[in-house]
């Protein structure tokens, strides 16, 4: 939430980088966040920095695991 806001106090050009910042929690599904968007509803590029942020995700090491190797990354995303 906090980029959505400083991006949108750049101005208008910068509507759909706000939305992408809003939005890459959402999830094809629907179960993502903050608004419970679906399919079209998600603008593409917060879908592509949604799968970047799974992927950074997983392929560092957590306190519960260890990192995914990237091929096991992709194959766990896909």
Do not use: C, S
Not at 53 to 71: I, S
């Amino acid at each position: 939430m906090t980029g959505y806001k400083l991006l949108q106090r750049l101005g208008t050009d910068y509507g759909w980088p706000a939305e992408v910042a809003l939005h890459h929690h959402e999830r094809e599904n629907g179960p993502g966040y903050p608004k419970g968007l679906k399919g079209d509803q998600i603008r593409p590029f917060a879908k592509v920095v949604g799968i970047v942020g799974v992927y950074d995700a997983v392929t560092h090491a957590r306190p519960q695991r260890e990192p995914f190797l990237p091929f096991n990354a992709i194959k766990e995303i896909v």
